[in-house]
């Protein structure tokens, strides 16, 4: 076995040859799934935490002001201590809630999300499963979280609730139209809805600089649609704390309300691994063709630091918006989708055909 | 199940905005009636804060009564207390010297100022736009900072009292000020950039929330609110007071009525105080700082009635005096409670949202209403 931080397809190899000598093929998958369980399960608490505590120091910066500062150095322990109070906290229960529903809507949320990272390709032979349909998995799976969103106002018998989780429901649906279309723009481009096989067409440049316009305006959308749907600032309709206080989370308490926030923050991050993947090239490093030495260069950065890296950038670009932006009304918010950005897409996708057809796009 | 559905249709969703909710800035309870995000109707239900202020004052006497006029507005606690002041100056005679009529206005508009950036910071807020709270609030910190220098008081201050001031100014308060007006041009103009020309801003604002003329004269509503709707009613320019005939300011006015004019009225009313102390802070001329009073103040019998501009509007006091040490009757005129009356002729019609940035352009403080 060599393991090479360049190329992970050897080593997960070599897991799962040495894995079907010792025993038979159904074993094999079982403890392969508990392998890949733990290993993402462990992998999403800690981009929680640290997204939690990068939100809190990029509003801080942008606030001028200092941020967390008191547990542990710069206090990078500050959400751990946030998670531990959590816990600890009482679970409230409302008077004539739905108890089944309400019990079950944190769960729903935090699932959808939970599934969508499996198809993300994190470097070279470095995902959970590489399904030929992954981009419209992960896009199917991701909007599952606006039931548990609808659940969980229904459920907590709160009129503010109730309120907060209409505008959810009204907005998510609206937004998954552009955030599908303008994905589809790119899988015309790049003529398979493998994220894998995504990420290696993109070896001589990525997406975002050989689609001409239409992926630039693709890119555009697909940002504007994904912060919609991760319903974060300017987009948060269905919390909007000075109007609804807290929508439709409002009556949550202890860690059914960390579900919600943890669950929150792995959606902006799943959103921005697949803008990543799709319009800057996933894993891939930044090529130039005919460059040998810069390319050589870029290739030394291992593959899970330039996906990392990419995350990042969206992340925070992501953040400056909910910092910077006031919130919109619920019928700006579908005139925003309905008369501009979904007649754009569509036309863009008309575009992005036309110019894959007459083979401009290389 | 259609007649289901139009029974569902026609019946109202009430909700209670408050007594405890973020954007009511205070214990406000509205109770809305809604279909959809549509507001139906707005009912405030005040009360929640009554401390009975107009009766307490009548076992006062008239210097402690400034106390309970700061606590009212107290994001314009001098200026309430100027109204108190000036009325009992005027009842008895007082003339003052020119250095507390100086200090008075430049600590008025001050306070007008500290009084119209919390606004900033709360309709950032309200709007949803958080980076503009923290924004106002640091620009904010340098006034409260004067203020504690020369009065001991930041957010009330209690420095006016009948025929003067309790203390004179402390001597860096010039220099403080002039940097204060020289960093603070710049920064207005950075709110601009962050929230003013913002497009999702002018769309939530811009058509929305339309208070007309006739209707501002009608409900009171009077201040930046009542300007904005182009009705001319600041006290300033039409009864001036102290030094204010003797300074050059524009009465600030819109006329579209919407929430967008009366942020810009707002707006410009900073710059225009940030005129006004430029005019005077060179000049403080030297002096007494205070008329010596008896230490007990007994208003001739009569009835006495004083208003002055306060940063929400025209605040006004009046006192039936029946020549004790002790006010009579007093009856408090405070802007808050009148514009708040606007506010269902305002509001219906409008989604939630708006809702809550007319209730952010109105700019209503809680204890003034309530009083």
């Known amino acids: ?362 | 199940m259609a007649e289901i559905i139009q029974d569902i249709q026609e019946q109202e969703y009430l909700i209670n905005m408050g007594p405890q909710h973020p954007s009511t800035h205070g214990v406000l309870r509205l109770v809305l009636s809604l279909r959809g995000e549509t507001v139906l109707s707005v009912q405030p239900h005040c009360g929640y804060i009554h401390r009975g202020i107009e009766k307490m004052c009548e076992r006062l006497t008239y210097q402690q009564i400034i106390h309970l006029t700061d606590r009212l507005d107290y994001l314009s606690a001098h200026i309430n207390n100027h109204a108190v002041c000036m009325l009992v100056e005027n009842a008895l005679g007082v003339e003052l010297p020119e250095r507390v009529k100086y200090i008075r206005t430049i600590m008025d508009e001050l306070a007008r100022i500290a009084s119209h950036q919390l606004w900033w910071c709360s309709f950032g807020m309200d709007l949803g736009a958080l980076t503009a709270f923290f924004y106002g609030l640091r620009d904010r910190e340098p006034i409260l900072d004067i203020f504690e220098e020369s009065t001991g008081g930041r957010l009330i201050q209690s420095y006016y009292t009948p025929g003067g001031l309790m203390k004179d100014i402390h001597p860096g308060f010039q220099k403080r000020v002039k940097d204060f007006i020289k960093m603070f041009r710049k920064k207005i103009n950075e709110y601009d950039q962050l929230l003013s020309g913002n497009v999702i801003m002018t769309q939530r604002t811009q058509g929305i929330g339309i208070l007309t003329e006739e209707e501002a004269i009608s409900f009171g509503v009077t201040g930046p609110s009542g300007r904005g709707s182009g009705f001319e009613c600041d006290i300033r320019k039409h009864h001036p007071y102290s030094l204010y005939n003797k300074v050059e300011f524009k009465e600030i006015l819109r006329t579209e009525g919407d929430s967008f004019a009366r942020y810009s009225v707002r707006m410009d009313e900073m710059r225009e105080s940030l005129n006004i102390i430029e005019q005077l802070i060179d000049n403080i001329p030297a002096g007494d700082f205070s008329v010596k009073m008896k230490p007990v103040i007994k208003l001739p019998e009569g009835e006495y009635y004083q208003r002055v501009e306060a940063a929400r509007g025209e605040f006004g006091v009046f006192i039936s005096s029946k020549g004790e040490k002790y006010p009579y009757r007093v009856k408090l005129r405070s802007p808050n409670f009148s514009n708040l009356s606007a506010l269902h002729s305002i509001a219906h019609g409008q989604k939630i949202a708006d809702l809550v940035a007319i209730g952010a352009s109105l700019d209503y403080v809680i204890p003034d209403i309530d009083r």
Not at chain 1, 61 to 87: C, E, Y
Not at chain 1, 95 to 112: E, S
Not at chain 1, 252 to 264: N, Q, T
Not at chain 1, 309 to 319: L, P, S, Y
């Open chain 1, 1 to 362: 076995m060599e393991f090479n931080i360049y190329d992970f397809t050897s080593f997960t190899k070599w897991i799962d040859e040495s894995l079907n000598a010792a025993m038979s093929p159904f074993w094999v998958m079982i403890t392969e799934m508990a392998i890949i369980g733990v290993a993402i399960l462990a992998f999403y608490a800690l981009v929680g935490l640290f997204l939690v505590y990068a939100e809190r120091k990029v509003c801080a910066f942008m606030q001028n002001r200092v941020g967390p500062n008191r547990v542990g150095p710069f206090g990078i322990f500050q959400t751990i201590a946030d998670l531990l109070k959590l816990l600890m906290k009482e679970l409230v229960y409302i008077k004539n809630a739905d108890k089944l529903l309400f019990n079950i809507a944190p769960f729903i949320v935090i699932t959808a999300s939970f599934l969508a990272i499996a198809a993300i390709p994190f470097a070279k032979g470095l995902h959970a499963i590489d399904f030929n349909i992954g981009i419209f998995y992960v896009v199917a799976v991701s909007s599952l979280g606006v039931i548990g969103i609808l659940l969980a106002g229904w459920s907590s018998n709160s009129k503010y609730s109730l309120i907060g989780a209409m505008r959810s429901g009204a907005q998510i649906v609206s937004y998954e139209l552009s955030v599908g279309l303008s994905l589809i723009t790119m899988v015309i481009l790049s003529g398979s809805m493998q994220l894998s096989t995504i990420v290696e067409a993109q070896a001589n440049g990525w997406f975002i600089f050989t689609g001409h316009i239409p992926a630039i305006i693709a890119f555009v959308i697909y940002m504007i649609a994904a912060t919609a749907e991760t319903n974060r600032g300017p987009f948060d309709l269905a919390e909007a704390e000075s109007e609804l206080t807290a929508g439709f989370h409002t009556e949550y308490s202890g860690i059914r309300f960390a579900f919600f926030f943890l669950a929150e923050y792995m959606n902006m991050f799943i959103v921005a691994s697949i803008a990543a993947t799709i319009f800057w090239g996933g894993w891939m490093p930044f090529h130039v063709p005919g460059w040998e030495g810069f390319n050589t260069v870029m290739d030394y950065i291992p593959p899970f630091i330039w996906y990392i890296g990419k995350t990042a950038v969206i992340i925070f670009i992501m953040m400056l918006f909910k910092w910077t932006f006031p919130r919109l009304r619920i019928d700006q918010l579908l005139t925003l989708e309905w008369k501009y950005l979904l007649p754009i897409n569509l036309f863009n996708v008309v575009l992005m055909a036309f110019i894959v057809l007459m083979g401009w796009h290389w």
